[in-house]
């Protein structure tokens, strides 16, 4: 059975794609670039912090208030207080979101150390709570973002009859536990579980680098949709050439030089976007997307970027690396230190 709530706004015909929540990344700048080069079929906001003084961040609120993808956006919270989660679940229904998101994976210490976002799977009765205070208060889609246990994935199963108790409208699920982090290869039979054990649609995250891997992990978990986020800054075509490939039409084969493209747009966006603009620190600011960008490609190209500091430097760098009708790489190198263990998925 599916949620009655998702089924309006899922695609019918073929697994759904998510962009993944990524602080300081999937602003408004990122949407307003990703969407034209094919864009998700669903978005998700980063995360808003909740705590009882907290109000819901301006900037977040402008990528929910003026959405230019015409898709849905679900705004994330996390947190642990539960009268703050509720009213700024209320706060956010007031914009036009398809539904609230609540973080159950952030590994970042000291969220942990708070008791949010991963750190909340330490305290399953806690989560219980959670989860039914909100869904009473939200009459709409309610949905979360998990990891599959914080020290292990043998407790993903408890975790899992209290998503079943709470009728959450659909699971996203980051394949590995809080304490792998990003270092390494998912578990796509946890993902699998939740498929079996779970009535709402459940979307695998977690590695999705390109179409091959994407496919293996619908495969492989039997998952409603995907949701991608560090392989989608690297390839914002990705969901274009995973919906071909789903649909069985002609995908995008982007060169080198549209990747520039790509990176120009963005950086004119976020530079745009700024309330104050200084141009060294839009280099740190771009850097933080290049990081990803810069996989598969020649490893000069990310040594350059990891210490350009003049907005010479950055843009001297993507030049000489890009500027070339070569096509992209289809994927990052193995033995990528930021993509980890993506060819697992494969095996
Ligand atoms: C820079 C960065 C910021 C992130 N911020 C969030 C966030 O705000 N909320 C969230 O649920 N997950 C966040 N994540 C985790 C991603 O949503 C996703 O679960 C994770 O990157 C694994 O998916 P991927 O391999 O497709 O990137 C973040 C990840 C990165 C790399």
């Known amino acids: 059975m599916t949620s009655i709530h998702m089924t309006s706004l899922l695609p019918t015909h073929r697994p759904a794609l ?34 009882p003084e907290s109000r819901p961040n301006a900037w977040i609120l402008r ?13 994330q919270m996390i947190g642990q207080e539960i009268d703050a989660l509720v009213r700024t679940a209320k706060e956010l229904l007031e914009h036009p979101v398809a539904g609230i998101d609540l973080n159950l994976g952030c590994p970042a210490p000291v969220v942990c150390r708070k008791e949010a976002g991963g750190g909340l799977l330490r305290n399953l009765p806690k989560v219980d709570r959670i989860l039914g205070a909100l869904r009473d208060a939200i009459p709409g889609r309610f949905t979360v973002k998990t ?9 993903f199963p408890q975790l899992l009859e209290i998503f079943r108790k709470h009728a959450i409208d659909a699971l996203a699920i ?23 054990g779970l009535p709402c649609p459940v979307i695998a995250n977690g590695n999705v680098v390109d179409v091959p891997t994407g496919l293996a992990y619908l495969e492989k978990s039997g998952a409603a949709g995907l949701m991608i986020g560090r392989g989608a800054i690297r390839n914002p075509w990705l969901f274009a050439q995973l919906r071909a490939a789903l649909e069985g039409t002609p995908p995008p084969a982007p060169t080198c030089r549209d990747l520039l493209d790509h990176v120009l747009l963005l950086h004119d966006e976020l ?3 700024a309330t104050r603009f200084d141009e060294l620190g839009h280099v740190q600011r771009m850097k933080k997307t290049m990081v990803f960008v810069t996989q598969g490609h020649d490893p000069d190209f990310e ?15 993507c030049r000489d690396h890009l500027d070339r009708d070569d096509p992209m790489p289809p994927a990052p190198q ?10 697992e998925l494969l095996a």
């Open 147 to 155: 990891r599959i246990g914080y020290h292990h994935h043998d407790e």
């Open 271 to 273: 530079a745009a976007s």
């Open 174 to 196: 980051h394949g590995r536990t809080v304490e792998e982090r990003y270092s390494t290869p998912v578990h796509p039979d946890c993902v699998k579980l939740a498929v079996d």
């Open 334 to 343: 193995e033995g990528s230190r930021v993509f980890c263990g993506f060819a």
């Open 18 to 51: 998510y962009l993944a929540p990524m602080q300081d990344v999937t602003d408004l700048p990122f949407l307003k670039v990703i969407h034209p080069r094919g864009g998700a079929d669903v978005y998700v906001t980063e995360y808003f912090r909740v705590h």
């Open 63 to 75: 990528s929910i208030d003026e959405n230019p993808t015409g898709k849905p956006i679900f705004a």
């Open 303 to 317: 040594f350059r970027i990891r210490r350009a500091k003049t907005p010479d430097d950055f843009h001297s760098a």
